[in-house]
């Protein structure tokens, strides 16, 4: 016996308080797509030519920004 005194129907909200429990298959889609997902990350990691590839070509941008930046176009 709970502490609160009843309520009327009236009074009372037509959604329940607490979600109801649910059944979680291990055949179900959602659940399948979830696995997948995070099968496939695990999979794949980038190798040392990719990591060195992508640093080049980030400092070789920065280069050339910095360049564009600072170029005063033979101006005296």
Known sequence: MSK???KPQEAQ???PIE???HDHDE??????AVKDIADAKKRWK????QIGMGA????????IVAGLLYWRGGKK
């Open 13 to 15: 909200s037509p959604y």
């Open 19 to 21: 979600e109801a429990p």
């Open 27 to 32: 055949g179900s889609e959602a659940l399948k």
């Open 46 to 49: 980038p190798d040392a030519k």
């Open 56 to 63: 080049a070509i980030g400092i070789g941008s920065a280069a």
């Open 4 to 6: 609160t005194p009843p």
